[in-house]
């Protein structure tokens, strides 16, 4: 086998397995791109029990309290963002691609809210395009998190292979256009970043 032969093949497999990832990506570019209107969302609340639990003073220790959060709104395990943007509440935010659920405690009330977002296709592809990290917890939200890093790098080796394909397979002639196109793409890329 010789080096060639094994680029082309890394190439075009690893393009093959992530092709769902970059679809998704490019398809739900657009909607971020064009913004528009956006129908607003509508949520519908699913618990509103009371509640009371310690609120810990530094916004970074906020982990266990909103797990004790998801617990008491019927929600075992997955990811979550947990903050407190003012004395009076905390936030629980559980993201999913369909249905993601928000959980507000009233610490002065002492109830704890739980709303579910209807299905909105164009907020769930946009979620899919912007969720990432591994500061969420959960398996599938970790497990999400590595294939967006596999893509990363993926997207760097397909210009890697992709470069060294277009200089080295034989039949590509004087590359002038290769050399235009590298160019361009770089002089447009280096305007944008100078003038924005």
Same mark, same amino acid.
């Given at each position: ?58 916004? =970074?220790?906020? $982990?266990?309290?909103? /797990? !004790? ?6 929600? +075992?395990?997955? &990811? ?27 610490? =002065?009330?002492? $109830?704890?809210?739980? /709303? !579910? ?6 907020? +769930?592809?946009? &979620? ?69």
């Amino acid at each position: 086998m010789t080096f060639l032969y094994f680029l082309r093949r890394t190439h075009l497999y690893l393009g093959l397995f992530l092709l769902p990832w970059v679809v998704m990506f490019g398809v739900s570019s657009y909607p971020i791109n064009h913004t528009g209107e956006a129908s607003p969302a509508v949520w519908t609340p699913v618990a509103d029990i009371p509640f009371t639990a310690d609120v810990p003073a530094q916004a =970074e220790s906020l $982990r266990p309290l909103g /797990e !004790q959060m998801m617990t008491a709104a019927g929600l +075992s395990g997955g &990811g979550f963002y947990v903050n407190r943007p003012n004395p009076r509440q905390v936030n629980v935010n559980h993201p999913n691609f369909l249905h993601p659920t928000r959980i507000t405690y009233r610490i =002065e009330d002492h $109830r704890l809210v739980a /709303e !579910q977002r209807a299905f909105n296709f164009r907020q +769930s592809l946009t &979620g899919m395009h912007t969720r990432g990290g591994y500061n969420l917890g959960g398996f599938w939200d970790s497990l999400w998190a590595v294939f967006v890093d596999i893509v990363s790098v993926a997207l760097i080796l397909w210009i890697v292979t992709g470069l060294i394909m277009w200089w080295k397979l034989p039949g590509t002639g004087l590359r002038r256009w290769g050399w235009l196109a590298l160019v361009g793409g770089a002089v447009c890329f280096g305007v944008l970043i100078a003038t924005l």
